[in-house]
């Protein structure tokens, strides 16, 4: 019997195969869970139905996390079909390009805005709605952060702002959601090549840097993420609320 056995997953952040949120899903139906992915929309909708086609995903919905509405229409048909809840995963960040590369002074008011909204409030406006489907069932809320939260990276600008306030974020929402039985955490994942991380400028330096590095000299893969969302989604965890858990070969404790 999977670790996941029975359980309902609902995935935001799949936008092609080598995203880190298919990996998770891919773990995850492995494991026995029922999967709903929610894609971003119509311009990876061609790439994101046959994925979830493939591993036989119950729903595949268009939602834009900007968008109340389109937030509270998917957690209905969520609602509708499955009736409850079990596990949520967000892997959802967007900053626009010209944020990514040059002086963090440079940042826009507007260009600031869209980052921490698309980056760090959809994970509130999420578990909002999510919270009642969640309610008494011992559910796992998963999201996707970066060291660049803490540390400064270059080109990241934005982007470390959004994801400090993501994590700070996970902890305020373990809190409020706790009590229910909800647990909240995230994952901070060392540099990977996907659709994401193609966007930040100089990106192939910082993947070398870290390889070189990291006391495991290595780069991490989408299955490193993945297993250990799967351990934050599984009873494994039971006690584990609040936390950012590092799958980045051990970079974050090395000083120099």
């Known amino acids: 019997m999977g670790l996941l056995e029975g359980k309902k997953a609902l995935i ?10 298919w990996a998770v899903a891919e773990a995850f139906r492995r494991e026995g869970a029922e ?9 990876v909708a061609k790439r994101v139905i046959p994925l979830g086609e493939s591993i036989g995903a119950s729903m595949i919905l268009p939602c834009d996390v900007r968008s109340d509405e389109d937030i509270a229409r998917l ?3 969520v609602a509708k079909q499955w009736g409850g809840l079990d596990l949520l ?3 959802v960040a967007f900053a626009n390009k ?12 507007e260009g600031f805005a869209t980052a921490l909204d698309i980056s760090a409030y959809s994970l509130i406006a999420l578990a909002k709605e999510a919270a009642p489907l969640m309610q008494g069932r011992e559910g796992s809320i998963i999201a996707m952060t970066y060291y660049g939260a803490q540390k400064v990276f270059p080109n990241y600008n934005v982007m470390g ?5 993501l994590e700070a974020s996970v902890r ?5 959601m706790g009590p229910e039985g909800t647990r909240v955490n995230a994952i901070s994942a060392g540099p ?11 990106f192939g330096q910082i993947a070398g840097h870290v390889a070189g590095k990291a006391p495991l000299r290595r780069n991490i893969t989408q299955e490193d993420v993945a297993n250990s969302a799967l351990y934050l989604a599984s009873p494994l965890a039971g006690g584990v609320s609040g936390e950012i858990h590092f799958v980045d070969s051990g970079y974050n404790i090395i000083g120099l």
């Open 161 to 165: 702002v959004a994801k400090a306030a």
């Open 98 to 109: 010209d944020e990514l590369k040059g002086s963090f002074l440079n940042t826009t008011r």
């Open 89 to 91: 995963v967000h892997s």
């Open 192 to 202: 990977l090549r996907t659709l994401a991380s193609a966007g930040i400028g100089g």
């Open 12 to 21: 935001f952040g799949v936008a092609n195969d080598k995203s880190i949120a």
């Open 172 to 176: 305020y929402l373990a809190e409020a």
């Open 35 to 43: 999967i709903a992915l929610a894609y971003a929309g119509e311009s």
């Open 75 to 77: 957690f209905s048909d």
